[in-house]
């Protein structure tokens, strides 16, 4: 079975410090990637996604990811973080043919201002 | 366009008793998907819905939770009688209806945060 494993439960960073947060992942065979974003007391919503091609992904508020497909990880990262992206962050993996996502158990993210 | 949306925001019931949350999809979204968040763990996937059907139901705990989506708009989710560890999030999230094997975007819901005492 497919799992994703997120190296880091809790960050605590100041603002305008860079921010990696590792995913990994189980599945070897064909993978679409995603990172959630979930603010306090709002919806989970699509950080980025990675299908194919350029493995170096770009999503939203300057956010990206790196699909590393020898190391089967999908790092996030932001070169300077805001107070505003104080959040919780989940890595997920789609389950192709299934069409269900598995999640990572999610780092929450406290930026200092 | 309206989100998908869940009610309640949050229930507090005792052991043994019987809950119901709703969850409304974005209106022609043919995929509805549930998912439930236990405290520290990760959000699990518990069953998916194409229209009124359940494609998927490789997720549900067990035969105390019983899922429905009748018309193939909204979706309930029972669960009866209700555990101690049943307690959590659960989330709903829609998505169009792709063709074989592509994907559209899930969107979430806000989540029902349900306490079992």
């Known amino acids: 079975a497919q799992s994703v494993s997120q190296h880091n439960h809790h960050v605590i960073l100041s603002e305008a410090a860079s921010l990696e947060l590792g995913c990994n992942y189980s599945y070897g065979g064909t993978v679409n990637l995603f990172w959630y974003v979930q603010y306090p007391g709002q919806h989970l919503q699509l950080l980025l996604k990675y299908f194919s091609g350029d493995p170096l992904v770009k999503g939203i508020k300057g956010f990206e990811a790196e699909f590393i497909k020898s190391k089967f990880s999908f790092n996030l990262r932001k070169p300077s973080v805001q107070w505003s992206d104080t959040a919780e962050y989940f890595c997920?993996?789609?389950?192709?043919?299934?069409?269900?996502?598995?999640f990572g158990t999610g780092t929450r993210l406290l930026v200092s201002p | 366009e309206a989100g998908v949306t869940q009610f309640p925001s949050h229930s507090v019931i005792e052991k043994g008793q019987t809950v119901t949350l709703r969850c409304d999809p974005i209106s022609g979204h043919d995929n509805l998907y549930w998912y439930r968040r236990v405290m520290g763990k990760e959000i699990k996937f518990l069953l998916h819905f194409v229209k009124e059907s359940k494609q998927d139901e490789s997720g549900m705990p067990n035969n105390r939770f019983l899922a429905e989506r009748t018309g193939g708009t909204y979706s309930t989710l029972k669960v009866q009688p209700a555990e101690l560890e049943d307690s959590g999030v659960y989330f709903c999230?829609?998505?169009?209806?792709?063709?074989?094997?592509?994907?559209?975007?899930?969107?979430f819901g806000p989540g029902t945060r349900l306490t079992v005492l």
């Open positions: 997920a993996v789609l389950n192709t043919g299934f069409q269900k996502l598995v």
């Open positions: 999230a829609s998505s169009q209806r792709g063709g074989g094997f592509s994907y559209n975007e899930q969107f």
